[in-house]
């Protein structure tokens, strides 16, 4: 098991530890200063404090079962525990998204840096998340958006890992089992994101000519299990219909999205030239691909 964790953490140089430093402070920095130019919670933040807000767990959990909210009860609960700690103010209740968007860059770079140098990895980290002004607006939310980018990057990391062992040990399948499940009950879309890491992990391996069913299956297994929240959907479904707000997108809405996302493009590509640059006069290179670490059942 200590193999597994130490194969999972991946390389960690100066260089790496700098980089994720810089993005965690980024992701933190956003959120606070989004907090201080808009402290008023919006539409569906208000939706989170209320249910979160409330006495009652149960009266909670029986709320959102019957509509209150489109997504799995996992986040509030987890929300609950921390503004009993640290209250329920808006950058309070905004920081947890930050905290674990941060924690999600932080296993993304250190699984992606088996493979490719601390230049590239920059360059896909600082690009991918930091320059995307919907995860940078995202992370300064009452919401369960940096949640479900925690679980994703979780889900990630234990795939990955997997995929590079030449032997299926129980903790690699166990440890496949509890992340995808935390993906499929930390938001509505974990499921079809559980789906996608599996069809490109076959896709991998079957182009690698090494199948590995076993650890498919642990993917797979954590499906079920969000049978129970079905009903549930169904009803928010009906709620919805025919009184759903939303207007279908059209091209220019396509478009005009997808410029939006470009406003931090410019500054992330000059932080990240920086950084690869030093990189690169460094000598970063990437972790060498092979099963160097025996991940055994310990």
């Given amino acids: 098991m ?13 260089r790496d530890a700098l980089g994720i430093a810089l993005g965690c402070l980024s992701l ?4 606070v200063l989004a907090t201080r130019r808009n402290p008023y919670f919006w539409y569906d933040e208000v939706a ?24 799995p009860p996992l986040y509030q609960l987890a929300l609950r525990g921390w503004i009993a700690i640290f209250g329920d103010t808006a ?5 947890p998204s930050a905290l674990c968007a941060s924690v999600a860059l932080a296993i993304a770079w250190r699984t992606l840096r088996r ?11 600082g690009v991918g998340i930091l320059g995307s002004i919907t995860i940078i607006d995202q992370v300064a939310q009452a919401r369960s958006y940096g949640f479900f980018l925690l679980a994703a990057a979780s889900a990630f990391a234990a795939t990955v890992s997997a995929m590079r062992s030449d032997r299926t040990a129980r903790a690699s399948l166990l440890l496949l089992f509890l992340t995808h499940l935390f ?20 896709v991998v391996d079957a182009w690698r000519g090494r199948l590995r069913p076993l650890s498919y299956g642990a993917v797979v297994a954590a499906w079920p299990l969000f049978a129970p929240w079905v009903p549930t959907l169904l009803r928010q479904g009906k709620i919805a219909t025919p009184r759903n707000w939303l207007l279908p997108p ?4 396509f478009f005009a999205v997808l410029g939006a996302q470009t406003r931090l493009l410019p500054i ?7 950084a690869s640059t030093l990189s690169l006069v460094r000598g970063a290179a990437p972790v060498e691909d092979a099963a160097a670490v025996d991940v055994s059942d310990e």
């Fill in 250 to 253: 059209d091209r220019e809405a």
């Fill in 268 to 274: 992330a590509l000059v932080v990240v030239a920086v």
């Fill in 28 to 31: 933190l920095l956003a959120c």
């Fill in 48 to 71: 989170t404090a209320t249910l979160v807000r409330d006495p009652s767990v149960t009266h909670m959990l029986g709320a959102i079962v019957r509509g209150a909210e489109n997504n």
């Fill in 115 to 125: 493979w490719y140098s601390t230049a590239a990895v920059s360059l896909g980290i």
């Fill in 91 to 95: 950058l309070s209740m905004r920081l």
């Fill in 2 to 14: 200590r193999k597994l964790i130490r194969r999972l953490a991946g390389p960690c140089d100066q």
């Fill in 183 to 202: 993906l499929v009950y930390s938001h509505t879309l974990g499921l079809a994101s559980s789906g996608s890491l599996l069809a490109a992990a076959v």
